[in-house]
Nanobody, 121 residues
Framework: QVQLVESGGGLVQAGGSLRLSCAAS??????MGWFRQAPGKEREFVAG????????DYADSVKGRFTISRDNAKNVVFLQMASLKPEDTAIYYC????????????????WGQGTQVTVSS
Protein backbone atom coordinates (compact mmCIF):
# COMPACT_ATOMS: atom_id res chain seq x y z
CA GLN A 1 0.00 0.00 0.00
CA VAL A 2 1.36 3.38 -1.01
CA GLN A 3 1.63 5.96 1.73
CA LEU A 4 3.04 9.44 1.99
CA VAL A 5 3.27 10.75 5.53
CA GLU A 6 4.29 14.33 6.22
CA SER A 7 5.71 15.61 9.47
CA GLY A 8 7.50 18.64 10.84
CA GLY A 9 4.82 21.29 10.59
CA GLY A 10 4.03 23.68 13.39
CA LEU A 11 3.90 27.26 14.57
CA VAL A 12 6.90 29.50 14.00
CA GLN A 13 7.57 33.22 14.14
CA ALA A 14 8.29 35.18 11.01
CA GLY A 15 11.94 34.85 10.08
CA GLY A 16 12.16 31.40 11.59
CA SER A 17 12.79 28.00 10.06
CA LEU A 18 11.09 24.63 9.82
CA ARG A 19 11.98 21.37 8.15
CA LEU A 20 9.22 19.23 6.72
CA SER A 21 9.67 15.54 6.04
CA CYS A 22 7.69 13.16 3.89
CA ALA A 23 8.17 9.45 4.36
CA ALA A 24 7.11 7.40 1.35
CA SER A 25 6.34 3.71 1.35
CA UNK A 26 4.87 1.10 -0.93
CA UNK A 27 6.86 1.82 -4.08
CA UNK A 28 9.71 3.82 -5.53
CA UNK A 29 9.00 7.39 -6.57
CA UNK A 30 11.10 9.07 -9.20
CA UNK A 31 9.55 12.50 -8.72
CA MET A 32 8.59 14.03 -5.41
CA GLY A 33 7.18 17.42 -4.72
CA TRP A 34 5.72 19.77 -2.17
CA PHE A 35 2.55 21.79 -2.61
CA ARG A 36 0.66 24.06 -0.24
CA GLN A 37 -2.82 25.39 0.21
CA ALA A 38 -3.61 28.49 2.21
CA PRO A 39 -7.13 29.21 3.52
CA GLY A 40 -9.38 30.39 0.72
CA LYS A 41 -6.76 29.77 -1.95
CA GLU A 42 -6.03 27.07 -4.47
CA ARG A 43 -3.32 24.53 -3.91
CA GLU A 44 -0.05 25.71 -5.37
CA PHE A 45 3.27 24.16 -6.31
CA VAL A 46 6.16 24.83 -3.93
CA ALA A 47 9.08 22.62 -4.96
CA GLY A 48 9.88 19.44 -6.86
CA UNK A 49 12.83 17.10 -7.16
CA UNK A 50 13.84 14.14 -9.29
CA UNK A 51 15.60 10.91 -8.39
CA UNK A 52 19.14 12.28 -8.65
CA UNK A 53 18.34 15.48 -6.79
CA UNK A 54 19.84 17.66 -9.48
CA UNK A 55 17.98 20.64 -10.92
CA UNK A 56 15.12 20.92 -8.43
CA ASP A 57 12.35 23.34 -9.25
CA TYR A 58 10.96 26.03 -6.97
CA ALA A 59 8.07 28.43 -7.05
CA ASP A 60 9.27 32.00 -7.37
CA SER A 61 7.71 32.83 -4.01
CA VAL A 62 10.01 30.43 -2.15
CA LYS A 63 13.13 30.48 -4.28
CA GLY A 64 16.19 31.28 -2.17
CA ARG A 65 14.37 30.51 1.08
CA PHE A 66 13.25 26.88 0.71
CA THR A 67 15.38 23.87 -0.17
CA ILE A 68 14.04 20.50 -1.28
CA SER A 69 16.16 17.39 -0.88
CA ARG A 70 15.70 13.64 -0.70
CA ASP A 71 17.21 10.53 0.83
CA ASN A 72 16.53 7.72 -1.60
CA ALA A 73 17.85 5.05 0.74
CA LYS A 74 15.23 6.01 3.30
CA ASN A 75 12.57 7.04 0.78
CA VAL A 76 12.18 10.44 2.37
CA VAL A 77 11.90 13.92 0.90
CA PHE A 78 12.56 17.07 2.90
CA LEU A 79 11.60 20.70 2.61
CA GLN A 80 13.88 23.00 4.56
CA MET A 81 12.12 26.32 4.98
CA ALA A 82 13.96 29.42 6.12
CA SER A 83 13.13 33.12 6.45
CA LEU A 84 9.50 32.17 6.82
CA LYS A 85 6.83 34.78 6.22
CA PRO A 86 3.21 34.95 7.37
CA GLU A 87 2.17 34.36 3.74
CA ASP A 88 3.85 30.94 3.92
CA THR A 89 1.09 29.84 6.28
CA ALA A 90 -0.68 26.90 4.68
CA ILE A 91 -1.21 23.17 4.76
CA TYR A 92 1.81 21.62 3.07
CA TYR A 93 1.31 18.46 1.04
CA CYS A 94 3.83 15.93 -0.17
CA UNK A 95 3.21 14.45 -3.61
CA UNK A 96 4.92 11.74 -5.62
CA UNK A 97 5.07 10.12 -9.03
CA UNK A 98 6.58 6.78 -9.96
CA UNK A 99 7.76 8.14 -13.31
CA UNK A 100 9.04 11.42 -14.70
CA UNK A 101 6.54 13.07 -17.06
CA UNK A 102 8.57 16.18 -17.77
CA UNK A 103 8.78 18.89 -15.13
CA UNK A 104 7.71 18.92 -11.53
CA UNK A 105 4.61 21.12 -11.65
CA UNK A 106 2.16 18.82 -13.36
CA UNK A 107 -0.07 16.00 -12.24
CA UNK A 108 0.93 13.86 -9.28
CA UNK A 109 -0.46 10.39 -8.65
CA UNK A 110 0.00 10.15 -4.90
CA TRP A 111 -0.59 12.64 -2.10
CA GLY A 112 -0.06 12.83 1.61
CA GLN A 113 -2.58 14.12 4.11
CA GLY A 114 -0.76 17.38 4.73
CA THR A 115 0.90 19.13 7.62
CA GLN A 116 -0.01 22.58 8.90
CA VAL A 117 2.56 25.35 8.87
CA THR A 118 1.63 28.58 10.62
CA VAL A 119 3.91 31.60 10.57
CA SER A 120 3.07 34.36 13.03
CA SER A 121 4.01 37.98 12.44
Amino acid sequence: QVQLVESGGGLVQAGGSLRLSCAASGRTFIVMGWFRQAPGKEREFVAGIGWTGSNPDYADSVKGRFTISRDNAKNVVFLQMASLKPEDTAIYYCAANPIYRGGFRGRYDYWGQGTQVTVSS
